[in-house]
């Protein structure tokens, strides 16, 4: 009782409440707005233009920037939808030719302020799940660290883009689902793949829990049964076909009023959705399987005293080994798909909300890990959802510990300019002592064997090594080569790519070891349902 009282009345907790912190996340948000901010933002103020402008046959096809519209049709609908009110303030920002590179103040604030009034889908989302706790204060504080989690906050809200209102979808069909509400989830799932394809990695894991769980709970053994069958399979597919059929409709229906193009309008949507033409590694190595793939080819060549051009270099373009074979996309894809049918298998046997997280997860690591051309954010549709239950299990709760870092970690990068370093690292610290403190005192640690007590230190070990490495390489780095008349002489001053490079594999251990953990656990262990 003492202990409970201790936990319930720590400042951690208290700084936690949850109406306090959304506040006060908010606020922080909002003084973020004159930060740093990348081209991203001028991506998606292109897309405002493109939708506002033209008409809808010309969306796919528009060349004028170099950022074209490359995601599904729900998004590009949201982007017309967000242009409106931009036109009224600023009506450049909306000029598909005079808004090219446009950065003007009214025009970033009203970007900044799409991505915070968006991101009320996932507070919506994060509100129904916690009522649907019951008072587990655990849960609510890891829903609540969601929100807060300086993945997001780096990516969306620095750096840009709209992951909050995508994983607020995500979210709505996971409630969905634990509330037992089958085409709900369906079509809230469906609908997110409108919205970005790249969540189609973890629909193995939905198809075969709506399969299970809704449309062949038993197998059908009588002809009502049967028919009982038909009639839920008649209604499952249609609330997963109606998203599709309602975001590509309105481009057919414009383009048939344009003879030239009724024949390319799809394709050029095809094209754009999914560039194959693009490298194995994105910007800079994603800590993934891959970054330590390349590695071990630079460090081969090293070994053979021959160079190759750097992969790092924020280009877009074909990925070379030089010492390894190269891969093509067709690996990546079989391998992702491998893993997701082996996941899948425990989902089958026994559907549960649970089990659907844990695999949605899975999924997402195995596609994050061995993907094709996998962007460094993507990592978080791995590290986000597994908070939703790591609460139920210490092993699930220790893999989020190290995943959370590591994600976080590898982010940094994103954020390269001195003046958010200060940010990046002292938010990202209070968050993590705060929630990660907090919920180890929550979730006891079963009885440990001698495999499992070394495994821990070396864990430890890891996650300090993490910190110090974050460190060195966001701080004593750049002031070394900044503040040091001499950099030159410096060992290894003249590899400029050096810190990213260690950012990315030192970070790829990291993952693929919670990747592995994490699937020994969900394959062979029970999880409390």
């Known amino acids: 009782r003492q202990r409970q009282m201790c936990i319930r009345d720590s400042p951690s907790t208290v700084l936690m409440e949850p109406a306090g912190a959304v506040l006060l996340g908010t606020a922080i948000k909002v003084l973020l707005w004159p930060a740093y901010h990348s081209t991203d933002m001028e991506v998606h103020r292109n897309w405002l233009a493109i939708t506002y402008s033209l008409p809808l046959r010309e969306w796919y096809v528009d060349a004028t920037s170099p950022w074209t519209l490359d995601y599904p049709p729900f998004f590009a609908y949201l982007s017309w939808l967000l242009a409106q009110p931009a036109a009224w303030i600023d009506a450049r920002i909306v000029d598909v030719q005079r808004g090219l590179n446009y950065n003007a103040w009214p025009c970033v604030a009203y970007m900044r302020a799409t991505v915070l009034c968006t991101e009320g889908v996932l507070v919506y989302a994060l509100y129904l799940l916690s009522q649907c706790a019951m008072g587990d204060a655990t849960q609510n504080l890891l829903l609540l660290s969601i929100l807060l989690h300086p993945g997001l906050l780096m990516v969306d809200h620095i750096h840009f883009q709209y992951n909050g209102f995508l994983f607020g979808v995500l979210f709505l069909s996971l409630w969905a689902a634990r509330t037992h509400r089958p085409l709900l989830c369906a079509v809230l799932f469906a609908s997110l793949l409108q919205f970005k394809h790249i969540f189609m990695y973890v629909a193995p894991a939905y198809f075969v829990y709506l399969l299970r769980a809704y449309m062949l709970p ?60 693009r490298g194995l590694t ?68 026994t559907p549960s909300y649970t089990r659907l997280v844990l695999c949605v997860t899975l999924c997402a690591m195995s596609s994050f890990g061995i993907g094709w051309h996998v962007h460094e954010k993507a990592i978080l549709l791995a590290a986000l959802p597994l908070a939703l239950v790591a609460h139920r299990r210490y092993a699930d709760w220790r893999t989020l510990q190290i995943l959370s870092a590591v994600s976080i970690v590898s982010l940094f990068p994103l954020l390269y300019t001195h003046q958010e370093t200060l940010i990046k690292l002292t938010y990202s610290l209070i968050w993590y002592v705060v929630v990660h403190r907090t919920v180890s ?18 864990e430890t070990t890891y996650l300090y090594g993490l910190g110090i490495m974050a460190v060195c390489t966001n701080v004593v780095w750049p002031l070394l080569m900044h503040l040091t008349p001499t950099a030159s002489r410096i060992p290894f001053a003249h590899m400029e790519f050096l810190p990213l490079m260690l950012t990315s594999v030192y970070c790829a251990i990291g993952f693929v070891h919670c990747w592995l953990r994490l699937s020994v656990s969900y394959l062979l262990d029970s999880p409390t349902i």
């Open 218 to 277: 038993v197998m059908p053994t009588s002809a009502s049964a049967m028919s009982a069958a038909l009639d839920r399979t008649i209604k499952l597919g249609s609330a997963t076909l109606v998203p599709f059929v309602l975001s590509i409709l309105p481009f057919v229906l414009d383009a048939m009023s344009d003879v030239s193009y009724e024949s390319n309008v799809l394709y050029a949507m095809y094209s754009r959705l999914f560039p194959f033409h």
């Open 282 to 349: 994105h910007a800079y190595w994603a800590p993934n399987v891959w970054a330590l793939y390349a590695a071990a080819d630079r460090m081969l060549l090293r070994l053979q005293h021959k160079t190759l051009a750097s992969t790092s270099r924020g280009m877009v373009g074909d990925t070379v080994m030089g010492a390894l074979p190269n891969v093509p996309p067709s690996t990546c894809f079989a391998l992702a798909l491998t893993f997701a049918l082996v996941y899948v298998v425990p989902l089958w046997r």
């Open 441 to 458: 005192r929550r979730v006891l640690r079963p009885m440990p064997s001698n495999a499992s007590i070394f495994l821990h230190a070396l």
